[in-house]
């Protein structure tokens, strides 16, 4: 079975700072989609960014930016010029490339706190 | 507007009554999820649902249980709630096929004294 871990359970930030967070999988599979999801405080949860598996280019979607290692089996979230409303729960997700069902494996989450 | 909600958000109940908590979504998916999770924690897989008449349980063993009688619709139902079954409870949904990525439900806080 599939694994994510995020060593880190809570990160800071201080505004327009980068910060990097970690994520690290567990997968026999050569096809997989990967993914961070943020869960702000009573808010609802919502896609940053995805990855397949399949692209060597590390995706991005404006001020955040993944650096996947395939061979490593690692997949961080670079948050660029950080902004208050960064702050969030921010969730690693895994899910196999075959699976129908489109269930996703979640790590623990990371809380990251930004500084004014 | 093209969404998924759930009601209610919040939700204290006392043990052994009987509760359903309701998702919906206007999006038009096939897909549907039910995941668990306590403060601060991982989010855990309880069920899902492939489409009309069709509901699986997760990876999670839950004592919950699901209907899906319509594509935009559906519930979770608890028979007999317990202080264990305190939880927060995220509902979601996914277009058909192998790519598409879950949109989350705003979450039901459930506690059960």
């Known amino acids: 079975a599939q694994t994510v871990t995020q060593s880190q359970p809570e990160m800071s930030v201080q505004e327009a700072e980068t910060v990097t967070l970690s994520c690290t999988y567990d997968t026999s599979e050569s096809d997989y989609y990967l993914f961070w999801y943020k869960q702000p405080p009573s808010r609802q949860m919502i896609l940053v960014i995805r990855?397949?598996?399949?692209?060597?280019q590390n995706a991005t979607e404006n001020r955040f930016s993944v650096n996947f290692q395939k061979a490593a089996k690692s997949f961080s979230l670079k948050i660029s010029d950080s902004q208050l409303g960064d702050a969030a729960m921010y969730f690693c997700?895994?899910?196999?490339?075959?699976?129908?069902?489109?269930?996703?494996?979640f790590g623990a989450g990371t809380i990251l706190r930004v500084k004014s | 507007e093209a969404d998924i909600y759930q009601t209610p958000r919040y939700l204290v109940i006392g043990t052994g009554k009987k509760i359903t908590l309701e998702c919906s979504q206007t999006m038009g998916h096939d897909k549907m999820y039910w995941y668990q999770q306590d403060p601060g924690m991982e989010l855990h897989l309880i069920h899902y649902s492939y489409g009309v008449n069709s509901t699986e349980k997760g990876d999670l063993s839950s004592e919950s249980t699901v209907s899906r009688i319509r594509t935009e619709h559906f519930p979770l139902t608890l028979e007999s709630a317990r202080p264990s079954h305190t939880s927060q409870y995220l509902c979601?949904?996914?277009?058909?096929?192998?790519?598409?990525?879950?949109?989350f439900g705003p979450g039901t806080r459930l506690t059960v004294l």
């Open positions: 997700a895994y899910r196999s490339y075959m699976e129908y069902g489109n269930k996703l494996v």
């Open positions: 979601a949904s996914s277009e058909y096929g192998t790519s598409g990525s879950p949109f």
């Open positions: 990855q397949e598996a399949y692209k060597q």
